[in-house]
Every structure is written in structure tokens, then in C-alpha cells.
């Protein structure tokens, strides 16, 4: 039953999802328990599939026995990087789901249960696309979370969350075709889809690795990634999907979509052509560390502009994508860079989600979206403030949360790799970190509970885009009292809380856990401590 | 900068980019394309072990059922995953009951196609012509193995025979036919026939989709001849589904959603 | 001219093609106004790339990628292989990549996975024109102009 593990980590949300399918639109009431189960089996078996992989190295599970020849059938492949992200979605998906729990007092609509089969086939897709050794494979499972995503944005019932997932979809699609196209190239100069064939291939023939057809298969999927991650000059579609999607679909999607498409970046780079091809380009490398400098520094300024709190966190993911695809590009000796991407992935996935979680808090129970109606949180809800302090010190990067020491390992792979512009961009888009949350903390301690009805007292079309099932209530009983919001929300912005510490803490365990899929000399891992 | 001029940007340099990808590529119709028959130098690519050796493991003569249903079942299973997905995120988008009366419901109104004598000649083709397509889907499902067709194709033309009911009549003919209960039900049901396909092989110790273990269930002589009922299996799973999906889809968009009227 | 034709595009002429209609197709995806239109350059974009992959697996005089004859399928094999267009000379070594009957059949592989993205491409267009209708329903237009427009003043609004 242990091999089969990676397998099931897919199988049980995707049977959760049919299973609400069957019975979820007759009895509303069991979507939820149906849900929560399914994602509880997925965490066991990632964690039971990682641990193998972190114990006895990577490993390949054959879905349907088709070994010999390598390529015939599709792979499943954990390593030690994967099965880390691997945990890491499930605890996303755990924490988002309980999130998704409504006070008893509202009442469901026709819509839960699609939401939900939308919410466990997202993580799905995102399970899939983690775990797959298959580059069309990969395709495929980016198809099924892009439209579930599409879906889960426009579920909501503002006037432009349509409009938005209007043009998320134009983009996902873009890229999502551009990728099919590089892999397509690549099979016409490969004559395979297995990633560890195709990468054979290209360390022992020469001749094909260095054709124009490969450089362009790569120049493809890099930039299909890119625009499903939202890199910078490609970002356009982040903003607005992520901040007017209902705050259930968003806690999801926002933590985990663009980071693991960060994941399949380094995957193609690391598995599918390897560092050394890639690398082996002069030039690649400077010009994606610039673009990356030039996307931390525009995703910080444009996130100093915004007045809601949703939105500025869309910024401020357009900026850690920068951190991302800027460390794996470093090419420092020592692959720090690569390491601290890989860090930052996980570190990233929890800070968002935790933040997320507060404003998903903040807009759900209270009305509020604007940095501005913060007034007073600190006191009247502590546990909630807890959480937020949490993750906007692990945003700034204040030791010991996971965001000092990710940013920590990039700093080094930018020191080693010789790009000092980088690093100032780290260091400044801390600094602008700080100033925007430390300007948040002092509204919510010093500042005044605004007036009853000061945000929503003109028209509230515009931010209405709540929560994806109580059409229209919520946000016209303006003002509501700010206390505590149900434990049932408090209970993942704790635990995403102390997931950032805790990341933070174990960082030298998880660090060396990744660096084992990096194939580094020995003296480089035992110099870690 | 105006859309046209940023358009033109872009479509010249990603042109110029594939456009050099292509300089070296493979003369076309060429049998000993990379793609067609490995690397030169390496070992002889997937497709050419498809041709020479599936038949032999699978006993189906259609490669491409073969490959698409057994080899490559993974594949196959989250293609329908995408069409449940997407007809569910089109009803997370348009559905709505709230807003309409649901009291008007009920089978005392005479839809169009079953006995409205204005409708006679439309009404009467739509009744000969609906069950012979059905029927010619069923045959495209389940000779999926010898020719052209399979799961995708033969779903494609039941939902379609639905549609032709709902364009023929009003989309109450058709849901009166084929109702949201049985469309949701039989979309969920379709992908689980295909999952539990690849479940029982792992209760029984193989891999997922591991068809050949299904003989000791299928009594079949061999595994081989396991693969191809399951994959038949398979196909009628997918069939269900996209049969589903594609009627909803076509119900949901047609009536924005309220299934009401539409048209 | 005519050097050009022959020499660079007639090898790869199906190539050309998909090159041209994706490019039509990213044109008036982002240079177009109308959502609808927006939506058939996506179509005819993911459509090229499906020309591309089907030109992949073609090979000349070979046939769909069903067997035929499958009952005596490898003695048909053998009896075609002296008679195949590519038999190695009889001096010659025999060379690594055997020839084979396989060449009278089409890549197979290509087939199967743009029967994928044909079903992703359906799937994705569904839930666009689902999008669009709800669009129209909430702003009365499609034009992407007035739509921002219009969208913008909601915002001014509030």
C-alpha cells in the first residue's frame, strides 16, 4: 500500500470532487466534511510519499506498469524538492478549506457545491502538476487548474470578478499554449515526453542540444511559465483575478498558483534541460536577473500606491515572484540562489496564505478592504492582529520567520553569484515591506475606528466582490463591529502563523532536504551549518 | 502605445521566434524524424514501440485508442477531469435559481417536438434523426478499438443528439429528457468508471491503470485482452461525462443559466 | 524568390502555415476590441498549434495510425521490409535505427495528445463564452474599451 501513495495523494481530492458531484447538490451540508476528509488523506500520503523520497532518494511510480521502455507510459516522480512542495500544498489546501466554513447563520446557495468540486480539483491539478515526470503530462494538469481557477474567480458575485477571470483566462491560456508549443518542439527534436528521457537526450547529444528548435522549445516554456506565474512585464492578469475573487477562492489560489508555476520553472531548468544547458548560455542568465530586479522593484512601488489591502498583497506577490525567478537564475557556484528559490517557494506559500487569511478575515466578517478602515484591529481583535504581525514580519524578513532566512539565502547565491543588483533589490523591496506594513501597524494601533458606514456609504459595486456565496448581504450591513472573527477562521491563520515560524526555525533541516535534489558536492552541503 | 502597435510587436518577434525554431527542423513527411523514429544514435523513440509492439500487449488495432486509453490512460483521465471542470466552473458562472419562480415547473405544459402541430414536420425529422445519431454514437464509442472514434468522439455526438432535441423543440423537450439531476450525476459518474478502473488494479497490488492485473475480474485468457475491455471501459466512462458536459454546457449557455425557456 | 519557396518554406511548408495562423490568431487576441473576437483569435491560436503537432507525426505515403490486417500483422511486416523505399544496400552495415514497417503507419503520439488539446481548447472556449455572456449581462457590452470605461466609473463611484 506505501507505493501507491503517490498516486493517492491526486486520487482523493479528485474522488472528493466527484463524490460531492454525486451527492454534494443534493445535500449541501455534506460538501464541506467530504472536502476536509479528502484533503486530510492528501496530506498523509504527501507526507508518506516525501518521506520516502527524503529517506531513500527520488523515486518513479509507473501509473499503469508501463516501465520498459522509459517514456512509454507517464511517470509520477518524487524527490526531495517535490515532496516538500508537495506537503506544503496540502497544507495550504487544509487550512484554506477550513477557511471556507460559513457561520451557521448564512445560508448555503446553489453555488457551494461547485465550489467546493472546484476547490478540490484545483488541488488536483496543483498535486498533479508537482508530481508528474511527464512534460505533456504537466500540460494537461496546468489545463485543470487553470479553469478551476477561472471558475473559482468568477464565482463571486461582483460586477468585475467576470472581467477579470475574463482576462486571467486570455493569459492562462496564452501561456498555457506556449508551453505546449515548447514541449511540442521538444518532442519533434527528442522523439519523447519523459522528462528524464528528453534530459538523456540532451546531456549526451550534442548535436540536438544545441539545435535551434531546442533554444526556442526552452525560450517557449520559459516564457509560457512566466506568464502563468506573472513575471513582470506579463503580471497584468494578478491584480485584479486575485483581489476581486471571492476571499475563499483567493486564500487558495494567491498562496499556491504563481509558486507553482515558480516550481515548474526550476523543475524545467533543474530536470528537463539541466543547469548545465541552461546555464550554459552566456547572457540568459544577466538578463533574467535584471528583469527580475526590475520586477521586484516595480512590484514594490506599485504596491506602495494601493489603498486595499488585497490588492497590495497582489503587488507584493508580482515582487516575490521577482525574489523567485531572480534566485533560480543567479548561477552562483554553490546553486544558493536555486536553494533559496526553492526555499522561498514553501516560505512564500505560507506567508501569503497567512496574510491572505486576514484580509480573506477582515472582508468576510467585517466589510473591510481598505488599508485606511484598519483603525483600532490591534485592540479589538488581538488573536486575529497576532497572525497578521506574524506574517508582515516574515514579509519584511525579521528573524526567525522564513522569510529572513530565504532572503537570507538568496542575499548569499546573489553575493557568490556576482550580482550585487539583486541583492540592493532585495534589500530595498524589505525596506518598502517594512514601510507598508509598519504603516498598517500603525493605523490598527493608534488609528480610530473609522465612523459607521465611512467606507460603504457610496455605492459599494465596487467592492462587493465577497465572498462566494452570500450574494449581495454582506457588505451593505456596512460597519459591522469589529471583534473576534469565528474560530473557524482564526484556527488557519494561527496555524498558517506558526507554519511560518516553524519554516523558519527548521530552515538548515529543509535547506539541506532541497539541496539533496541539486546533486551538489558534499564538502558544499556539510559547509551548510 | 495602441493595441494595434503592441500586437504587431508582439506577433513579429514571437514570428521571428518560431519562425528560427523551424530553420532546422525535420523536413516534413520525413519517416526519420527525431518524433517518428528516435534519435539519431539513441534508442528508437516511443511511437515506433507503439506501432511494432502495442498490438501484441494490448490487442487493439487502433494505436491511437491504445496509446490515448492504456499507455497514456493518465493523461486521458485528467482530459475528462478538464471537461468536468470546466462544464463545472460554467455553472459556478450562470447558474442561478433564485431569482425565477421555480413554481411554473412541471409537466403540464406540451413542449413543441411532442405533439404541437405547428412543429410537425421539425418535430417528426428530430424523432427519426435523434436515436439513429445515438445510436451511431454508440457504435463510434465502442469501435473506438478497430477505427476512429472512442469515448471523446461518440460523447461528443450523444450530447449532441441532445442539443438537436433542444434546438428542434425548447430546452424543456430536452431537459425533460435529460435533467440537471442526471447530466450532474452521470458527469461525476463517468470520470469515477474511469478512476475505478485504475483503483482496482491497486487494491489488487498493481500500479494505478494497471489494466493487465483487471483479467482475474474481466476473466479474460491473458491480460492483454484485459487491456482492451478496459480500455472500452474507459471510453464509455469518458463517453458519459463528455455526453453530460456538453448537453449542460449548451443548456446553461443557451438560457443564461436559469434553464428556463432558452432560445 | 522562388529559391526562397522552394529551398526554405516547401520543406516545411505545414510549419509556415501554423507559424502564420498562431500569429493571426496572437494578433487579434490582443489587438482586437470585441471580447468575441478576442475569444476566436484564442481558438484559431490554439488551433495552429494543434496543425503543428499533427504535422509532426506525418510521414510520407503512411497511413492512420490503425493496423491493418493486425491478425498476421508481424508476417506482413517481414514480407514488406525488402520491398520498403529506405532498405539499407546490401554492402552497407546494417545501420542503428532499423528500417521498418512501422513507416507505413503515422506517429500515433501526436494524435493522442492533441485529442487532449482539442478537448482543453472546447473546454476552454466554454467557459470564455460563459464569461462573456455574464459580461454582457452586467455591462451591456462587449467592446473592451467601453467595458473599461464603464468599469472605470464604477470605480470613481465608490
Known amino acids: ?529 | 502605445m495602441s493595441p494595434k502597435i503592441f500586437a504587431s510587436i508582439a506577433v513579429v518577434i514571437t514570428g521571428i521566434v518560431l519562425l528560427y525554431g523551424i530553420s532546422d527542423f525535420p523536413t516534413f513527411g520525413d519517416p526519420r524524424s527525431p518524433a517518428n523514429s528516435g534519435v539519431e544514435g539513441g534508442a528508437p523513440s516511443t511511437s515506433l514501440y507503439y506501432i511494432n509492439e502495442s498490438y501484441g500487449v494490448t490487442k487493439v488495432p487502433n494505436l491511437v485508442t491504445s496509446v490515448l486509453a492504456d499507455y497514456r490512460g493518465y493523461d486521458t483521465m485528467f482530459e475528462t477531469v478538464v471537461v468536468l471542470a470546466a462544464g463545472m466552473a460554467i455553472f459556478a458562472i450562470l447558474r442561478s435559481t433564485t431569482k425565477d419562480d421555480e413554481t411554473v415547473a412541471g409537466p403540464a405544459r406540451k413542449s413543441s417536438i411532442d405533439g404541437d402541430h405547428n412543429r410537425i414536420i421539425v418535430g417528426m425529422t428530430c424523432r427519426l434523426a435523434v436515436p439513429v445519431v445515438q445510436i451511431f454514437a454508440l457504435y463510434v464509442v465502442a469501435h473506438g478499438h478497430y477505427s476512429p472514434g472512442g469515448g471523446f468522439q461518440g460523447g461528443v455526438m450523444l450530447g449532441a443528439s441532445f442539443i438537436l432535441i433542444a434546438l428542434a423543440g425548447n430546452l424543456d423537450d430536452a431537459l425533460g429528457r435529460f435533467s440537471e439531476k442526471s447530466y450532474m450525476a452521470l458527469a461525476s459518474l463517468g470520470i469515477i468508471i474511469y478512476a475505478g478502473f485504475g483503483v482496482v488494479p491497486q487494491v489488487l497490488g498493481k500500479n494505478f491503470l494497471d489494466f493487465g492485473v483487471l483479467q482475474k475480474i474481466l476473466l479474460t485468457d491473458g491480460p492483454e485482452m484485459a487491456r482492451s475491455h478496459s480500455m472500452l471501459g474507459v471510453e464509455i466512462g469518458v463517453a458519459l461525462t463528455v455526453m453530460s458536459i456538453m448537453f449542460a454546457i449548451f443548456a446553461n449557455l443557451s438560457s443564461r443559466g436559469t434553464l428556463k425557456g432558452g432560445l | 524568390m522562388v529559391d526562397f519557396l522552394l529551398n526554405t518554406v516547401k520543406p516545411h511548408f505545414n510549419f509556415w502555415v501554423y507559424v502564420i495562423l498562431m500569429m493571426i490568431g496572437l494578433w487579434s487576441l490582443i489587438a482586437k476590441n470585441n471580447l468575441i473576437k478576442k475569444m476566436m483569435g484564442l481558438a484559431i491560436f490554439q488551433t495552429a498549434i494543434i496543425l503543428f503537432y499533427v504535422s509532426l507525426g506525418v510521414k510520407d505515403g503512411a497511413t492512420i495510425p490503425v493496423l491493418e490486417s493486425y491478425g498476421d500483422y508481424a508476417e506482413k511486416a517481414e514480407k514488406a521490409e525488402p520491398a520498403g523505399p529506405e532498405v539499407a544496400p546490401p554492402d552497407a552495415t546494417p545501420a542503428p535505427v532499423v528500417v521498418n514497417p512501422a513507416d507505413t503507419y503515422a506517429n500515433p503520439v501526436p494524435h493522442v495528445l492533441m485529442l487532449t488539446a482539442i478537448v482543453v481548447g472546447v473546454a476552454t472556449l466554454g467557459v470564455a463564452l460563459a464569461l462573456c455572456e455574464m459580461i454582457y449581462k452586467e455591462f451591456d457590452t462587449l467592446e473592451e474599451d467601453e467595458l473599461l470605461r464603464k468599469i472605470k466609473a464604477l470605480h470613481d463611484d465608490a
Not at chain 1, 503580471?235 to 485584479?240: A, I, K, Q, R
Request: proline share 4%; net charge neutral; with cysteine.
Open chain 1, 1 to 529: 500500500m506505501l507505493e501507491q501513495l503517490p498516486a493517492l495523494i491526486l486520487l482523493a481530492p479528485l474522488f472528493g470532487a466527484l463524490l460531492i458531484g454525486l451527492i454534494g447538490l443534493h445535500d449541501r451540508r455534506a460538501c464541506f466534511p467530504i472536502a476536509f476528509t479528502a484533503l486530510i488523506i492528501s496530506l498523509a500520503s504527501a507526507i508518506g510519499a516525501a518521506m520516502r523520497a527524503f529517506t531513500g532518494g527520488a523515486y518513479n511510480y509507473f501509473i499503469g506498469g508501463w516501465e520498459e521502455p522509459l517514456g512509454i507510459g507517464i511517470v509520477l516522480r518524487v524527490d526531495a524538492l517535490n515532496g516538500l512542495l508537495l506537503i506544503a500544498i496540502a497544507v495550504v489546501a487544509v487550512l484554506a478549506v477550513i477557511f471556507t466554513i460559513r457561520p451557521s447563520s448564512e445560508k448555503d446557495t446553489d453555488k457551494t457545491a461547485y465550489f467546493y468540486i472546484l476547490f478540490l480539483l484545483l488541488c488536483v491539478g496543483l498535486f498533479g502538476i508537482t508530481i508528474t515526470g511527464d512534460a505533456f503530462n504537466l500540460f494537461v494538469l496546468i489545463e485543470v487548474s487553470a479553469l478551476t481557477s477561472y471558475g473559482l474567480v468568477a464565482i463571486g458575485t461582483s460586477r468585475r470578478c467576470k472581467m477579470a477571470a475574463f482576462h486571467y483566462l486570455l493569459m492562462g491560456t496564452v501561456g498555457a499554449s506556449f508551453y505546449l508549443l515548447g514541449v511540442g518542439y521538444l518532442y519533434l527534436k527528442t522523439g519523447s515526453l519523459n522528462m528524464q528521457d528528453i534530459n538523456t537526450i540532451l546531456t549526451t547529444n550534442a548535436t540536438v542540444a544545441q539545435s535551434p528548435a531546442i533554444v526556442t522549445a526552452f525560450i517557449l516554456i520559459l516564457v509560457g511559465i512566466w506568464i502563468k506565474m506573472a513575471f513582470f512585464p506579463l503580471y497584468g492578469w494578478l491584480p485584479n483575478a486575485y483581489s476581486y475573487s471571492p476571499s475563499g477562492s483567493s486564500c487558495l489560489l494567491a498562496p499556491l498558483m504563481t509558486k507553482v508555476s515558480v516550481y515548474v520553472m526550476i523543475r524545467v531548468m533543474l530536470s528537463l534541460f539541466g543547469l548545465e544547458w541552461v546555464f550554459g548560455h552566456p547572457g540568459w542568465s544577466d538578463l533574467v536577473v535584471w528583469l527580475a530586479v526590475i520586477a521586484i522593484l516595480a512590484g514594490s512601488i506599485m504596491a506602495l500606491a494601493q489603498r486595499e489591502i488585497k490588492r497590495m498583497l497582489c503587488y507584493l506577490i508580482v515582487a516575490e515572484i521577482g525574489y523567485m525567478v531572480g534566485g533560480a537564475w543567479l548561477n552562483d557556484p554553490n546553486l544558493w540562489g536555486l536553494t533559496g528559490a526553492s526555499y522561498h517557494i514553501l516560505a512564500d506559500a505560507m506567508m501569503t496564505l497567512c496574510l491572505f487569511l486576514f484580509a480573506g478575515i477582515l472582508f468576510k466578517y467585517h466589510g473591510v478592504s481598505e488599508i485606511g478602515d484598519l483603525g483600532g484591529m490591534f485592540k479589538k481583535m488581538p488573536i486575529t492582529s497576532i497572525g497578521f504581525i506574524v506574517g508582515a514580519l516574515a514579509m519584511i524578513g525579521v528573524p526567525p520567520t522564513c522569510g529572513f532566512f530565504s532572503k537570507f539565502y538568496l542575499i548569499r547565491g546573489g553575493i557568490e553569484g556576482g550580482h550585487p543588483e539583486y541583492v540592493a533589490a532585495l534589500l530595498i523591496s524589505s525596506l518598502v515591506n517594512a514601510v507598508l506594513f509598519f504603516r498598517i501597524f500603525e493605523i490598527a494601533y493608534f488609528g480610530k475606528n473609522p465612523a459607521a458606514g465611512h467606507s460603504h456609504d457610496h455605492g459599494h459595486d465596487d467592492h462587493d466582490s465577497h465572498d462566494h456565496d452570500d450574494p449581495g448581504d454582506a457588505v451593505t450591513t456596512a460597519a459591522r463591529p469589529m471583534r473576534e472573527a469565528p474560530v473557524y477562521a482564526l484556527i488557519p491563520l494561527l496555524a498558517a502563523a506558526a507554519l511560518i515560524i516553524l519554516v523558519g526555525i527548521f530552515n538548515g533541516q529543509i535547506i539541506e532536504l532541497i539541496r539533496l535534489t541539486f546533486e551538489i558536492p558534499a564538502t558544499v552541503v556539510s559547509n551548510l551549518r
